[in-house]
């Protein structure tokens, strides 16, 4: 492998091709594409699979892919270590990378959203406990003078109380593409979406339970299944356990143009994933006039849904169907929490995020003593942070009780489009633990055990 320099590594599981690529993936590579436009050597190392080359250039940015699902991580060291690049964003989706074991570089720690109820569901209780150790545990420790970028409020105070300073976490939301124009008009009749990878923790299941709830009051309904993942089985089985199969429409993969058009042509779009880090499918719904119904307990649809205006949250099942129903009875409220879906959709944007990551790296290269980054890619990163179209939270207050207003955080921060960006304050400063159910959790029932103080 010839021996190139690098600016910016970003290390990550995935990249936006693999099958299994989703949101998360999305957002590094629009990061990734933001800074090298501005001429910065750009490198994404991530596992390889069969979809595309083990190398190649994708606007502007270097992709490298070696290794499998777990062996990517020891491969990913060996490259930090070989390549030593000046700065590294250290993509943990559960698991850490580990890169500040590789490199005196500055390490910024990216996280989507916080595991712990997704180890068990995915692993069974004894891997789940030791994924759960891993991220909770050894993680904060690796990172411990690391800087932390997250893309919501919900999953910066989750990250406190794992022991994560709170001064050292920005919150960086996703941005947003401009919704391709599309043809079809919305559906005459009842029609429901779930969009995104076709994995226990989405709980797909949720939607066809929902279908089969409302058949009987509403017998035009359909729900369109967008999306492709190794649980598509599962889900096929499910709905023919449930008699759905007939007005249940698996599309799986739709590139761009046909996802939006699918997402055009519904009422509603549902969201019943146990975990989100902000919920990119709300944006790309919202775009389009499309409410989204979730759970409350997701996290960060908290921040992706302004819940009551743009969309409904809720807490288990049953209030799940109710919201649906009431939106499909309500035409009027309906439209209404759309056009506000789109406003708030609009409001965000690749650009705007990327000026904001980039401050944190230029942040981690001046507070570096361990290196010194070269000025040329100070003044790449300046540059972007003299274009930056909003501002975006620099830290988090751990002693303040919520927004300005005195309402929490995340309200605060999502009243109005001039306060999105504002800074996130977390009052939780000491560490909890607690256990989960997995077949609970997978029925939106669990309820953690009491949480604990710890030092």
Same mark, same amino acid.
């Not at 599981?13 to 998360?24: I, M, N, Y």
């Not at 979809?51 to 990913?76: C, D, I, N, Q, W």
């Given at each position: 492998m010839q021996s190139t320099a690098i600016d910016v590594l970003f290390v990550n599981?995935?990249?936006?091709?693999? =099958?299994?690529?989703?949101?998360?993936e999305r957002y590094v590579h629009r990061m990734a594409e933001g800074l090298a436009a501005t001429g910065l050597r750009v490198t994404l190392f991530c596992?390889?699979?069969?979809?595309?080359?083990?190398?190649?250039?994708?606007?502007?940015?270097?992709? +490298?892919?070696?290794?499998?699902?777990?062996?990517?991580?020891?491969?990913?060291?060996?490259?930090?270590?070989?390549?030593?690049?000046?700065?590294?964003?250290d993509v943990q989706n559960g698991l850490p990378f580990a890169s500040t074991l590789a490199t005196g570089a500055p390490?910024?720690?990216?996280?989507?959203? +916080? #595991?712990?109820?997704?180890?068990?569901?995915v692993f069974g209780r004894l891997g789940g406990a030791v994924g759960w150790w891993?991220?909770?545990?050894?993680? =904060?420790?690796?990172?411990?003078?690391?800087?932390? +970028?997250?893309?919501?409020?919900?999953?910066a105070a989750e990250l406190t109380t794992l022991g994560v300073d709170a001064e050292r976490i920005t919150i960086v939301p996703n941005g947003i593409e401009p919704a391709p124009a599309v043809a079809v008009l919305r559906s005459a009749t009842p029609r429901l979406v779930v969009l995104g990878r076709l994995v226990p923790h989405k709980r797909v299941e949720h939607a066809l339970e929902v279908v089969s709830r409302?058949?009987?009051?509403?017998?035009?309904?359909?729900?369109?299944? +967008?999306?492709?993942?190794?649980?598509?089985?599962?889900?096929?089985a499910a709905a023919e356990r449930l008699g759905v199969t007939d007005v249940v429409e698996f599309h799986g993969f739709l590139d761009e143009q046909a996802k939006h058009e699918e997402l055009a042509r519904a009422w509603v779009h549902l969201c019943p994933s146990v975990k989100e880090g902000w919920g990119l499918v709300v944006s790309e719904a919202g775009h389009h006039e499309v409410p989204t119904v979730g759970y409350r307990s997701a996290g960060g649809l908290r921040e992706s849904v302004l819940d009551g205006r743009s969309g409904v949250l809720v807490e288990d099942l049953d209030q799940f169907t109710a919201a649906v129903e009431g939106l499909l009875a309500d035409g009027d409220a309906r439209r209404t929490m759309g056009r506000a879906a789109a406003r708030h959709a609009a409001s965000f944007s690749w650009p705007a995020s990327v000026a904001a990551l980039a401050g944190v790296l230029s942040g981690a290269a001046e507070g570096s003593a361990a290196v010194a980054v070269d000025h040329d890619v100070r003044r790449a990163l300046a540059a972007l942070l003299d274009?930056?179209?909003?501002?975006?939270?620099?830290?988090?207050?751990? #002693?303040?009780?919520?927004?300005?207003?005195?309402?929490?955080?995340?309200?605060?921060?999502?009243?109005?489009?001039?306060?999105?960006?504002?800074?996130?304050?977390?009052?939780?400063?000491v560490r909890r633990s607690g256990t989960v159910d997995a077949r609970a959790i997978m029925h939106n029932t669990a309820a953690p055990t009491r949480p604990s103080a710890q030092a």
């Open positions: 599981w995935r990249d936006a091709s693999h =099958p299994e690529g989703g949101g998360s596992a390889a699979h069969g979809r595309a080359p083990a190398e190649e250039t994708v606007k502007g940015v270097r992709v +490298v892919r070696r290794g499998g699902r777990l062996s990517v991580y020891p491969r990913a060291l060996a490259f930090v270590r070989r390549h030593r690049p000046a700065l590294v964003v390490v910024v720690n990216l996280v989507h959203h +916080v #595991h712990r109820e997704q180890w068990p569901i891993l991220e909770s545990r050894i993680a =904060p420790r690796l990172y411990r003078r690391s800087r932390y +970028v997250t893309v919501s409020g919900a999953t409302l058949r009987p009051r509403w017998p035009g309904i359909r729900l369109s299944v +967008v999306g492709e993942g190794w649980w598509h089985e599962e889900l096929q274009d930056a179209a909003i501002r975006v939270g620099d830290g988090l207050d751990a #002693h303040d009780d919520g927004g300005a207003d005195g309402r929490p955080a995340a309200q605060g921060q999502h009243d109005g489009d001039e306060r999105l960006h504002s800074r996130s304050r977390f009052r939780d400063g």
